[in-house]
């Protein structure tokens, strides 16, 4: 932070000041560090590949709305033990019961494989709490069945939205710039999504419809914060035809370095607020987002210009459109 | 008037139209006050937060049904299962066909499953067989072809486990339930006697009162016994009164007749609402089931509301604290463009669910985008020398290229999850991109507007 101070110079004087988190004029040369941030990327998106293979191949906790199935939510007054719980529903044929403590209150999340006789699981597991915990009176909050077409239907419904979105910004990109750009947008948004996926992976989150809303709605986030820097970079590209490229980048990334902070930050703030208030159900697809903003800040500066750095090296200025 | 000082007040009149008209489907003054049940004013609540159940059932169909069959057994299906919940006196319920063979059944304020389960589950096909024979469940009978073993309603109900009897019957009907007109409970002042102290008083249309006398003309009195059988559960196996069967004997149709059983009061409405409304064409399975309990729903929206007024004034606070006066044209248009967002998603009817408010908090967060787009651009701008005026016309129409992209590449992805999106997720989007929509009109209108302001008072500093 250089100065708290609002504008107090006469406005004809060119030494305009502004309370600025960033200062005001930057001149960090973001692509000589494009190296160290390939590396970077490149363990966070292999990260996400096999965090990938392992949810297509159900190795990945995954949602029931995916897995079909039952999870009934149990309220207590004070707070059962884990272990009894598990205990109680393996001596009771729910051996393969997943169980959870929902953080911060009394609440258990119980979740059953599909079974023959799903419809009454949920009054069979509030029986077994009433008889073994009375005392901590146990008391259904929510039950949810999904049944196994539902499961697969909604799975194919979650791959082709990830399909159509990215059919849909690599359109509206090489649209409104060309080709090469919608390309170097396309490859960071994935790079987000997967790094996104890997790291939430990494943290044992449970992948339900919830956190595959989160992921395409860190792609659109990303392609936002993308295109700001694209077009600046045109604007640019236009304005100072001689200038190599890799300054006429360095220049736009720091040109719009202040607008693409103070946003992250805004959004950082909402999503933070939504991770801490926001109750249990939103937790992780809070968390999701918070990654998620931080990535997608990360890659626009330092994934998507590099590509177009890399790959028009030659020719850039000739043919920017717009 | 100069066409600038006219555009201000054509953006000045779409600001107020804006406000009020978002105030007025918000608040609907017209409505008369009454309590409904899932809504906050005119905004319609999701069963996420105000509970309830919501079922997905499949209707299974045989395979070489014509479409247009199709169509009429799902519309019949409808049609029967709304009879069946207002006649329970479920409020605001929500019928709906989702796809060719599915209906998405949502019940506002009902907590019990089973009972709801059974409203939309059971086929409804009641008949009344001969009964044969009748043992304690475990017994093993010998029934001839034309008969088979049914058990008694008391079997599936865990506190009556000990009344609960198997019953042979006969496999054909004496005669089908689709000659009703109407079911009634009834209470019983003097139980004994043979009838149960509630009951469900059945009456016949004429064809049935006809059918009725020639079945009770069939049976030997005080002996043959003759069994209601609801989809394929039996619920009493009474013999055929004496006075009954003089009765029939005398006149030529009997309308009345009644079914007895060890019900509970909830449970002989809940029967009577099924049998009043008929059989349903085909049996519809139940696929999806969720079941928020109310002090769940209204825990989710307690937090949700904390928490977007905490994001909101963190947020708008930071703008302030940050661009100072213009932070204050931010937090106009953000409040402007929640408020438009709620107001269409009244008007539309549109459903408020969890995770919509999770788009309206991102909304708050993702929105001021544009403003921190446009104030940097000025800021730009000045830094260069610009007068005030000169920086807010060069800052604005810079910004904008760059508006109009971001709002469409969110406007992509909101899309997308709104058409692949079901349930609560669907929620998420309609707010996000109604959200993303209004905000462009905000920003282009609404901070166009204040500036335009700050430009007629001939400002020569700006705070920013």
Known sequence: MKNAKSVSTPIAQPTVRFFSIVPQETHIDFMGKRYIALGLSTVLVLLGIFAFVQIWMGHAKRGIEFTGGTAVTLDFDQAVPIDQARALLAQNGFSDAQLQDIKGTNQLYIRVKLTEESEQVSARIQTLFEQSFGASNPRVISTEFIGPTIGRELRDKAIWAVIFSTIGFLAYIAFRFDFKFGVAAAIATFHDVFAVLGLSWALGMEFTLLIITALLTIAGYSLTDTVVVFDRIRENLKKHQRDPLIKIINDALNQVLSRTILTSLTTLLAVMVLYLFGGPVLRDFALVLIIGVIVGTYSSIFIASPILLMWRRRGLTSQAKG | ?464
């Not at chain 2, 899932?38 to 395979?63: F, S």
């Not at chain 2, 486990?161 to 198997?166: G, R, Y």
Request: proline share 5%; net charge neutral; hydrophobic share 45%.
């Open chain 2, 1 to 464: 008037m100069r066409p600038e000082v006219l555009l201000n007040w054509g953006r000045f009149a779409l600001v107020l139209v804006a406000i009020v008209g978002s105030l007025l489907l918000i608040f609907a003054p017209w409505q008369p006050p009454q309590e409904r049940p899932c809504t906050i004013r005119e905004i319609r609540l999701g069963l996420d937060l105000c509970g309830g159940v919501t079922l997905t059932l499949e209707a299974q169909i045989p395979p070489d049904t014509s479409p247009e069959g199709r169509q009429q057994i799902m519309e019949r299906s409808i049609s029967v299962l709304e009879t069946r919940v207002n006649a329970l006196g479920v409020t605001e319920p929500i019928i709906t066909q989702a796809g060719d063979t599915r209906i998405v059944v949502q019940l506002p304020g009902t907590t019990d499953p089973e009972q709801a389960r059974q409203l939309v589950g059971s086929t409804a096909l009641l008949e009344f067989r001969k009964v044969v024979k009748e043992g304690p469940p475990d017994s093993t009978f010998t029934e001839e072809l034309d008969e088979e073993v049914l058990m008694g309603y008391e079997c599936a109900k865990p506190e009556l486990k000990a009344k609960c009897q198997a019953y042979v019957v006969k496999k054909e009907p004496l005669m089908t339930g689709s000659v009703l007109s109407k079911a009634e409970v009834r209470f019983n002042p003097q139980p004994g006697s043979g009838v149960t102290p509630i009951y469900i008083a059945l009456t016949f249309n004429d064809a049935g009162a006809h059918q009725w006398r020639d079945v009770i003309l069939q049976l030997k009195p005080e002996s043959d016994r003759i069994a209601p059988v609801l989809d394929r559960v039996v619920y009493s196996a009474p013999t055929i009164a004496k006075s009954l069967y003089d009765t029939a004997r005398r006149q030529a149709k009997v309308d009345q007749s009644i079914i007895t059983g060890n019900f509970t009061a909830d449970e002989a409405r809940l029967l009577a609402a099924i049998l009043s409304a008929g059989a349903l064409p085909t049996e519809l399975k139940i696929i999806q089931e969720s079941i928020v309990g109310p002090s769940l729903g209204r825990d989710s929206i307690e937090k949700g509301i904390t928490a977007s007024w905490i994001a909101g004034i963190a947020v708008l606070a930071f703008m302030v604290l940050y661009y100072r006066l213009s932070g204050l044209v931010a937090v106009f248009t953000q409040l402007l463009n929640l408020l438009v967002v709620i107001g269409v998603l009244a008007g539309l009817k549109a459903t408020l669910t969890l995770p919509g408010i999770a788009g309206l908090i991102l909304l708050i967060g993702v929105g001021v985008d544009s403003n921190v787009l446009i104030f940097e651009r000025m800021r730009e701008e000045l830094r260069l020398g610009k007068v005030a005026r000169a920086a807010i016309d060069a800052g604005y129409h810079r910004a904008l290229t760059t508006i109009w992209d971001s709002h469409v590449t969110t406007l992509i992805t909101a899309l997308i999850l709104f058409i692949f999106g079901t349930g609560p997720i669907r929620g998420f989007a309609t707010t996000l991109s109604l959200g993303i929509i209004i905000n462009l009109f905000t920003v282009l209108i609404g901070t166009r507007l204040v500036f335009e302001f700050v430009k007629m008072r001939k400002v020569e500093r700006l705070s920013i």
